[in-house]
T-cell receptor
Framework: DTEVTQTPKHLVMGMTNKKSLKCEQH?????MYWYKQKAKKPPELMFV???????INESVPSRFSPECPNSSLLNLHLHALQPEDSALYLC?????????????FGAGTRLSVL | AQTVTQSQPEMSVQEAETVTLSCTYD???????LFWYKQPPSRQMILVIR??????QNATENRFSVNFQKAAKSFSLKISDSQLGDTAMYFC???????????FGKGTHLIIQP
């Protein structure tokens, strides 16, 4: 089973709203990732959590706040977003096996900021 | 910093034909990993094939194979006996060791015609 579950699938929010994206995996993976993908563009890395600690933050604006409450769950808290933050947000998880980390992706949350 | 270049924005072939997608990369790292991911309209990124840079043998997965030329920093994907379900966006991706994020190329939109 290589399932990464993201909820919600779609989200529409105003610029003053606070919302959260959720990502869950039960594969025992110890690294989890958030990517942002604009239309017709490749995914861009936002954050990496390794063993529940933030290990990489790609200079993401503070209106995006990640949280890893436990090894199976990854959240992305959203506050005061801008219309240009509208995108597909992808979560991935990985575990090193045989010296290689293979990332498995969820289906994403399509976010629209009005 | 690593860069990944996919020079074919779109390709179209007939069903059952063989097609090759190109990818070049640039890095000063000696240890790294290369991947091809597929993203159909359903949005989920699906791992197609992977290659460890230290392995000389080209990876194969059923109808999918790669031509890895380390000195030339080239990593092309060959799809044999193409099927309608192969229609998708294909991303070449690079990763160094550990729980690092993936660096993606811009993608190639592959269309399989009936």
């Amino acid at each position: 089973d290589t399932e990464v579950t993201q909820t919600p699938k779609h989200l529409v929010m105003g610029m003053t709203n606070k919302k959260s994206l959720k990502c869950e995996q039960h594969m025992g993976h110890r690294a989890m990732y958030w990517y942002k993908q604009k239309a017709k563009k490749p995914p861009e890395l936002m954050f990496v959590y390794s063993y529940e600690k933030l290990s990489i933050n790609e200079s993401v604006p503070s209106r995006f706040s990640p949280e890893c409450p436990n090894s199976s769950l990854l959240n992305l808290h959203l506050h005061a977003l801008q219309p240009e933050d509208s995108a597909l947000y992808l979560c991935a998880s990985s575990q090193e096996t045989g010296g290689i980390n293979i990332q498995y992706f969820g289906a994403g949350t399509r976010l629209s900021v009005l | 910093a690593q860069t990944v270049t996919q020079s074919q924005p779109e390709m179209s072939v007939q069903e059952a034909e063989t097609v090759t997608l190109s990818c070049t990369y640039d890095t000063s790292e000696s240890n790294y990993y290369l991947f091809w991911y597929k993203q159909p309209p359903s949005r989920q990124m699906i791992l197609v094939i992977r290659q460890e840079a230290y392995k000389q043998q080209n990876a194969t997965e059923n109808r999918f194979s790669v031509n890895f030329q380390k000195a030339a920093k080239s990593f092309s994907l060959k799809i044999s006996d193409s099927q309608l379900g192969d229609t998708a966006m294909y991303f070449c991706a690079f990763m160094t060791g550990g729980a690092d994020g993936l660096t993606f190329g811009k993608g190639t939109h592959l269309i399989i015609q009936p």
